[in-house]
């Protein structure tokens, strides 16, 4: 069975997972101003990107996504002919109209790929399974990471869909946010009630930052902190404890608007690294794409993480 995972460029993996795993990436468009142009995975790019600061709150930024012809013909022109398998996951349903699109042309599919197929002298059929990730970002990427790591072992592909399940529950997408005036200005203009205004203003003054967590269709703030820096610490002390209290899949998923390399000034991150390496569990660290950061502006940090613990909070 050759397979790969077809993603959508909001779930966050580093740039070397997405060139060395059999995974594809539906095209998202992004649009600052006046410049339009295809998300980014190249982490080079993105960090000018962000040092730039064309992402901000005075930007007319805009993320399109793929609508059903656009899947579609993705999926018949570079997955039908090259593979067998396609597992395709998604950003949040309740987010993102992507899973909705993909469901449409899943359901519809099947006749035209075997024509392909039958064309090219393949005489197995193509199968496809899709879901929403319940998450997002970090989250996201890590339910990614697992799907490959047990269809990599040999997993049927039957037994797959059950256990993707499991672990899709357990799985925790969290966000560090550090600029709330910036991410309730996103949600106000995609019509989201997440932050009411006094309080994103009195955030920017005060540097309150929140911890978000997206599980389960559901995005709610479990932490809010009087700097980016203390709940930056938070979130990674919350993820050493897990570490000891022992995970489900034995990876934590680290992503950030911005360079890896300032995830280092905070000192719960330097600790949780030594952690990781003690207790091997692998620890991935990236740069965000644009379609999972737009929404919640540069300097943001991203946590997928599964913990046997479901009740702490950061």
Known sequence: MKYTLVLDSSAALPEFVLKSRPINILPIT??????VFPDIVDQAQLIDIYKS??????????????????????????????YDVAICQTIAQTVSPIYDNLSAVANNLSKEARVIREGLGIDHPFRMTYLSSGTTVAGQGLLAIYADFVLSRGMDYTQYKVQ??????????????KDMAYARHRAKLRGVKTMALPVAVVGKL????????????????????????????????????RLRDGLYFDA???????????????????ALKKDAEKAKVKLLVGVMSLSASINCGPGTIGLGIAPKNQTEEP
Do not use: C, M, W
Request: charged share 25%; proline share 4%.
């Open 252 to 270: 934590l998923n680290i992503t950030i608007a911005g360079s890896p390399e300032d995830l280092d000034q905070f000192t719960e991150y330097q």
């Open 30 to 35: 992004i649009r600052i101003d006046d410049k």
């Open 164 to 177: 993707i399940g499991k672990f899709k529950r357990a799985a925790r997408g969290y966000l560090v946010i």
């Open 53 to 82: 600061g064309d992402v901000s709150i005075g930007a007319d930024i805009d993320v399109i996504s793929p609508d059903s012809e656009l899947i579609s013909n993705f999926i018949l022109d570079e997955i039908v002919p090259k």
């Open 206 to 241: 005060v540097g309150l930052s929140p911890i978000a967590l997206n599980h389960n269709e559901a995005l709610t703030v479990v932490g809010l902190n009087t700097s980016y820096r203390k709940s930056a610490n938070k979130l990674f002390s919350y993820a050493r404890k």
